[in-house]
């Protein structure tokens, strides 16, 4: 509706328009707040349509029964510390004597999305379960068994095995969603059984540091203790979200919850169907977010995209030609617009397929075809070689100097790859003490770092860094952006003021 008011009104004077009413000097009030403003009228009908395949999920496992409580501290001197000494020492062995397994029990929340008993829940809803029972609406009972689970998502599949078809649900889709669409939320809450809360969507593409694939729908929905694994629907009565966590100091709603969107659950949901776990893609990249002082270092107009801080070789991108400083700006025609989006991205695509990359090579574009590897064989492959020893060289006295940036740099000699465990495989100038105070330190370069360039040039001596830096000074740039490594060889850039 428009509403067209003279700015010639007379002050004071008061004129209706539909909907609306202008208070003098043209000031327009709305009198009433548009329908769609007010939320829906009712959502009983839809409610009712889904209550039946949303379930109670109960869990039980074994635990230690041993409980040792420990005892009171008292103040030196005090006459009584004997007799707490002697009454709480046999406090504890008698616990150690009679300690016997226990059981513990815990509810969540979950929903139905295949007629043939196929459940999805939270994995933090079953995880160390011994047993789990599904709970139905009707007041049934099924025990359930578990497909398959991803801790990455904090998602896990369950099957039961009913006599008749179940009332099963159906994903929508999470990416048409917007912020202030309505949504409903059903769930176990404390135990309660079946609840239904409406509130609507607070903000999308949450990171909470949960993981590395933190996409979360927010809402402000009641969500609370038992209702995680429970489905998060929009007004067409289709599952948009899986409610996963609250931020609370009571435990209870204050109207901060976060939901896996349908968008990363279909995919994992899927491949735990079929495989009992997941199978997800990888690059074979370390990357780091770019910052306003690392753009400035590597000449980029603005702080975007992914920056390679290490690849893994072998490995789908050193096969490609990814290198360490190269910014991931697209990846398989999708840009990325911020670090912690390009691991989801990734992780969403088939094993083996082949994807474009464009990244952002010293100031210029540049597109790579890189064939992906699939994620858990490569983190198998890395607990393995972190678990073989390695020896360590007979340590000598280097030369140590003094370099800018205020740091204490030494060439990196056999005694200083001893003195800081550093891999054999690193080569670059080691620094062996911090200024404190100094533009280093605040950026939490420490003894024991390797620097390996310095703005993407390669450096292998402590004059060779100071020259270095004089050059940028000369060029007149603000900052100097280095590549260091730590002891096991992890890379990562830093950019240090120079000014």
Known sequence: ???????????????????AMVVGLGLVIASQAPSSARGPESVADIAEELLDAVVNISTSQTVSGSRNVPAPSMPDGSPFQDFFDEFFDQR??????????????????????DSSGVIITNNHVIDGADEITVNFADGSKLTATLVGRDEKTDLAVLKVEP??????????????????????????????GG?????????RNRDINSGPYDNFIQTDASINRGNSGGPLFDMEGRVIGINTAIISPTGGSIGIGFAVPSSTAVN???????????????LGVRIQEVTDDIAE??????????????????????????????????????????????????????VGKEVEIVVIRKGAEQSLKVKLGRLEEAEAAEVAALAADEAEPEPEEPAVVTGP?????????????????????????????????????????????????????????????????????TDGRKSALLLLANKNGDLRFVAVNIE
């Open 1 to 19: 509706m428009t509403v067209l008011a003279s700015l010639g009104a007379k002050s004071g004077a008061t004129r209706r328009f539909a909907g």
């Open 92 to 113: 504890q062995d008698e616990d150690r004597g009679s300690a016997r397994p226990r059981r513990v029990q815990s509810l969540g929340s979950g929903f139905v999305i």
């Open 163 to 192: 006599e008749e078809p179940l009332t099963a649900l159906e994903f929508g889709d999470s990416e048409v969603l917007r912020v202030g669409d309505w949504v409903m939320a059903i769930g176990n809450p404390f135990g309660l």
């Open 195 to 203: 609840t239904v809360t409406v509130g609507i969507v607070s903000a």
């Open 268 to 282: 994992v949901i899927q491949q735990l169907r079929d495989f009992g776990e997941t199978r997800r893609g990888w």
């Open 297 to 350: 270092g590597l000449s980029m107009v603005e702080a975007a995209g992914a920056l390679v801080a290490g690849v893994t070789d072998p490995g789908p991108a050193a096969e490609a030609g990814i290198a360490p400083g190269d910014v991931i700006v697209k990846f398989n025609g999708r840009p990325v617009a911020a670090m912690h989006e390009l691991p989801r991205m990734v992780a969403d695509e088939p």
């Open 405 to 473: 940036l205020g740091l204490t740099l030494s060439d990196l000699s056999p005694a200083m790859r001893s003195k800081f465990g550093i891999k054999d495989e690193i080569n670059g100038v080691v620094v062996t003490d911090v200024v404190e105070g100094s533009a280093a330190e605040e950026k939490r370069v420490q003894a024991g770092d390797v620097i390996l360039e310095i703005s993407q040039e390669a450096v292998d001596s402590p004059a060779a860094i100071e020259e270095r830096i004089n050059q940028l000074k």
